[in-house]
């Protein structure tokens, strides 16, 4: 089993930043792919951003230039750099971690006022 705690959401203005931490524990594999998902109401969940442990990311077109992804291994934890934020952006966001099998955080709540 794989537990992720997530934190740094919150409310912000448009234009503003928010940077995301997850960090995982349990029975952690040193190869796997951890990210970011988001859920708006009423909208399904979707891709935000992804990172393998090798560095390898992938990001949504509707994010591509305004955040980041990035991961520490050592501390099996991820992080998303939110900047330039919409309105739009206003979703739960929850931390995935991918071997064989997907976990899930919690989720925290973004909120980006205009």
């Known amino acids: 089993q794989v537990q992720l705690v997530e934190s740094g959401g919150g409310l912000v203005q448009a234009g503003g930043s928010l940077r995301l931490s997850c960090a995982a524990s349990?029975?952690?594999?040193?190869?796997?792919?951890m990210g970011w998902y988001r859920q708006a109401p009423g909208k399904q969940r979707e891709l935000v951003a992804v990172?393998?442990?090798?560095?390898?990311?992938n990001y949504a077109d509707s994010v591509k230039g305004r955040f980041i992804i990035s991961r520490d291994n050592a501390k099996n934890s991820v992080y998303l750099q939110m900047n330039s934020l919409k309105p739009e952006d206003t979703a739960v966001y929850y931390c995935?971690?991918?071997?064989?099998?997907?976990?899930w955080g919690q989720g925290t709540q973004v909120t980006v006022s205009s």
């Open positions: 995935s971690y991918y071997y064989r099998q997907m976990y």
């Open positions: 990172i393998t442990s090798v560095g390898t990311s």
């Open positions: 349990g029975n952690i594999f040193r190869f796997n792919t």
